[in-house]
């Protein structure tokens, strides 16, 4: 018995026995577990759901008088039902593969969650997850990658940049695989660069597994090198993009990440300020575009004049 049905048993009992209080004896041998379990279920309770749980010494637990308390209809945290939902998404667009079996009991477990754990389970469709960002790119060569990368291989890749339209050979070992905005990027050391690259999985048009082992970078390094500046171009900051927000947009950056190590704060005149370390502009810049005059860029000067300019070269559109 998990601490869901545990949770709902003991409700049913103590509503069952009105003022009466249940001795504790009671419940251990109800919910199937020890006294020390039955007091953590009960602290929960009251603590998380405010349940009014009150107790008799030597007698026993009881819910207070004239009490209208209800289980909450849904038992998932944000997190827990966000991440069903999506395997849930992922499950039913899945079919033809090797594993197709697999995938089917998972979808049904997961299924079979949902419906026990949500009120008017039919109606699930109406909570909607939005795969925003995403290119929608088969992946051939996403089973190479992921191979490559697990038995620590190198991988020669035939590689379409998209900023400059070009084709490039490249030798890379194998980092980390990312899953990021709806699409999926390998981080590799590149061989010809010497050094760190971030791959979109979906351009790499061949892909061949070398026998010789990968360059291998310390968790410490590759931290370092990934997880330090905004967005999915890796790096070490080489900049700190200051940026001041009118208060109408304000209100909503103020209650987003745009970055782990962001630094915001309000300022006198309304304003509110972030501060986010980055290496490469590129995606940088498309998120500040995004908010239009509703944000202006203060530091550093090459990042405002890049800014600017395709704010510019945006208006040019239309005049």
């Known amino acids: 018995m998990d601490k869901l049905e545990r949770a709902q048993k003991l409700h049913r009992l103590l509503q069952s026995h009105g003022s009466r209080p249940v001795p504790i004896s009671h ?37 207070a008088k004239n009490s209208t308390f209800e289980l909450p209809g849904v038992w998932f945290s ?43 389970a039919d109606n699930v469709s109406r909570i909607r997850v939005l795969g925003s960002g995403s290119r929608g790119k088969r992946l051939p060569m996403f089973p190479l990658v992921a191979t490559a990368l697990l038995k620590r291989q190198r991988l020669v890749l035939k590689y379409h940049g998209r900023q400059n339209d070009t084709w490039s050979e490249r030798e890379v070992s ?14 590799a050391w590149c061989h010809y660069r010497n050094g760190l690259r971030t791959f979109a ?50 209100r909503w950056v103020e209650d987003e990440q745009w970055f782990p190590d962001e630094m915001g704060k309000w300022l006198d005149d309304g304003i509110f300020e972030l501060r986010i370390p980055y290496s490469d502009p590129t995606e940088l810049i498309m998120e500040i575009c995004k908010h239009g005059a509703d944000v202006k860029v203060i530091e550093p000067p090459e990042l405002c004049r890049q800014v600017a300019e395709r704010l510019r070269k945006a208006g040019d559109q239309y005049s």
């Open 78 to 120: 944000n997190e827990e039902l966000q991440a069903l939902l999506t395997i849930q998404q992922f499950t039913a667009n899945l079919s033809g593969g090797f594993f197709d079996d697999q995938i089917q009991t998972i979808q049904s477990k997961v299924e079979r969650l949902l419906h026990k754990n949500l009120p008017l």
């Open 174 to 187: 194998p980092q980390h695989l990312v899953f990021y905005k709806g699409n999926w990027y390998l981080d």
């Open 201 to 250: 999985v979906e351009k790499i048009d061949k892909a061949s597994l070398k026998s010789s082992r990968c360059k291998e970078l310390s968790h410490t390094e590759l931290n370092k090198l990934l997880t330090q500046s905004f967005g999915i171009f890796s790096g070490e900051p080489k900049a700190t993009a200051v940026l001041h927000f009118i208060e109408k947009a304000a």
């Open 27 to 63: 419940l251990n041998d109800a919910l199937e577990c020890g006294e020390k379990t039955v007091r953590r279920l009960i602290a929960d309770m009251r603590l998380y759901l405010d349940a009014p749980i009150l107790n008799i010494p030597q007698q026993g637990y009881f819910y």
